[in-house]
């Protein structure tokens, strides 16, 4: 009877080794600045296909941070306190976040940033794109199609979002090869179509007939200046637009020529960092999602990169079709 109870205890023992406690279902979580867009319900989306969530292999939690930091940093608090194994972050402020990231980093949970920056050095990794670039190339989309002169307002993001803060640093950097382009305003609509639209309709009255140009930091406020400018019954083909994402109403609009869009790829940005949550977590784990095969340059390197960065995509109405295909 005691060689028994000996065996069964010994059992038991085995049953709890680390080793063992590997094949445990992870618990990950993923705080986004807010879900009210379409880019962010596509990275949200994402996440809940990588075949590790569908397998059952994770166990997947999406907050919305509702665009506000305190609220990240509660739901960093309830995934400390719950013991997540992982999280995954898209921050609403550049600097507000490094504290959320702290408090993760001393309970022990690593953190992996995604599609927006965070001033912390303690992020395991960051999987997302170079916004300097997308900021230059759709500031570039609007002074071409303006021939270098003539003046424009720009839409920006949240002050103080990183999305805000890189791609105003490209837009810059574009019109400092047309020095005769005059910006004449310059004002955050919060990624929303409908303050865009209400900001837009404010600048055609006080400036009639002196916009050319429309810089959208994102395709939402780009597409809320075109309703202000058919609100207007104004021509949208007389001024140039831009904007960044590739949402589905954006790469309608590239088809029907009232705008240029660049695709920021959701569905990598999201998955990808999954991956190198999962591998933070697990050591031995290898990826299973396709984005690594779809962006070669983008190198897995064992999950231990400092920046994944995954390319952009121009939408053109050569691609257009093929998109919004990839979106059913």
């Not at 397998?55 to 665009?67: N, P, Q």
Request: with cysteine.
């Amino acid at each position: 009877m005691k060689k028994l109870l000996i065996s069964l205890i010994a059992s038991a023992a085995i049953l709890a080794s680390p080793a063992m406690a590997q094949d445990k279902k992870l618990k990950i979580g993923a705080t986004t600045y807010g879900l009210n867009a379409e880019f962010m319900q596509l990275w949200s989306a994402a996440l809940k296909q990588h075949p590790a969530v569908k397998s059952g292999e994770v166990e997947l939690t999406v907050f919305d941070g509702r665009y506000d930091a305190l609220v990240q940093q509660e739901q960093f608090n309830t995934m400390i306190t719950q013991k997540f194994d992982a999280i995954i972050f898209v921050p609403m402020d550049v600097e507000a976040g490094a504290a959320a990231v702290q408090a993760a980093h001393d309970a022990g949970i690593p953190v992996v940033g995604s599609n927006a920056r965070v001033n912390s050095d303690l992020l395991t990794s960051y999987v997302g794109s170079n916004d300097v670039e997308a900021g230059e190339l759709e500031g570039k989309a609007v002074l071409d199609k303006m021939g270098c002169k003539g003046n424009l307002v720009i839409l920006e993001g949240p002050i103080g979002q990183s999305g805000q803060i890189q791609r105003l640093e490209g837009n810059e950097k574009a019109l400092k090869a047309c020095p005769d382009v005059k910006v004449l305003e310059k004002q955050t609509a919060n990624w929303s179509r409908a303050e865009a639209q209400t900001l837009m309709e404010n600048w055609l009255t006080s400036h009639p007939g002196q916009i050319n140009g429309v810089i959208g930091q994102n395709d939402e406020m780009a597409l809320g200046a075109i309703e202000a400018i058919k609100a207007a019954n104004l021509k949208v083909g007389d001024f140039a637009i831009a904007g960044v994402d590739g949402v589905t109403d954006a790469i309608n609009a590239v088809k029907g020529g009232q705008m240029a869009s660049i695709l920021q790829d959701a569905n990598a940005q999201a998955q990808g960092a999954l991956d190198v949550a999962i591998k933070a977590a697990k050591k031995d784990y290898q990826p299973e999602s396709a984005i690594w095969k779809q962006y070669p340059s983008m190198k897995w390197d064992d999950g231990v990169v400092k920046d994944y960065l995954v390319p952009w995509t121009p939408v053109t109405p050569q691609n257009a079709d093929q998109l919004l295909e990839s979106r059913k």
